[in-house]
């Protein structure tokens, strides 16, 4: 069973960034398709940003593209670094993955069997 631990959340000003890596543990990141999802207050669980890192393309949704980034920074960690943090961004951030069955990558919630806890991410304006 894969478990995942996502870190790096905090309280920032808005303008600042963040980096929320996401630790696998059996350490073959680069086999997995990961995407980032959040959480606001009182919202549904949105899609943030995602990979298929087995044949190396991403995928972002509209909010994210541009200030946000998704990467793979070691065997077992990938990370989403987050730029312009604006108010709107503050929610809870979950890191999921999955086994890649098609060379694309995966934007619905149903798609990923396994999941992190999260972390929280507070924007002041």
Known sequence: QLELVESGGGLV???????LP???????ASTYATAWFRQA???DREFVAASNWNVGITGYSAFARGRFTISIDASDTVSLQMNSLKPEDTAVYYCAARRPETNRWYKVEA???YWGQ???VTVSS
């Open 111 to 113: 798609e990923y069997p």
């Open 13 to 19: 000003q808005a303008g600042d960034s963040l980096r």
């Open 118 to 120: 999260g972390t929280q």
């Open 22 to 28: 996401c630790v696998l543990s059996d350490s073959t």
């Open 41 to 43: 207050p009182g919202m």
